[in-house]
């Protein structure tokens, strides 16, 4: 699943729009839209994105021993 897939699942369940999650986040709804299609989102941009939202963004791998590698 796309990074822009599982944001329009989380405006979905947060009951809001595209752009007023990119108003949340501190962009406008163009630029964000312009993100979503180009899917060029970082790690650090996504938990920006969760935090404004009031929700938490895990990034990590998760090895066969249970141990996460996390950014």
């Known amino acids: ?20 999650l990119g108003r ?9 839209n ?5 899917e060029t989102f970082t790690v650090d941009e996504l938990k920006k994105i969760a935090e404004a939202a009031g929700c938490k963004y895990e990034d990590s ?4 021993s249970g141990e996460k590698v996390t950014y």
């Open 1 to 20: 699943m796309s990074v822009s897939e599982q944001l329009k699942i989380l405006c979905v369940k947060l009951g809001i729009s595209v752009s007023e």
């Open 34 to 38: 312009q993100k979503m299609k180009r």
């Open 61 to 64: 791998f998760i090895l066969p």
């Open 24 to 32: 949340l986040s501190g962009r406008s709804p163009q630029a964000f």
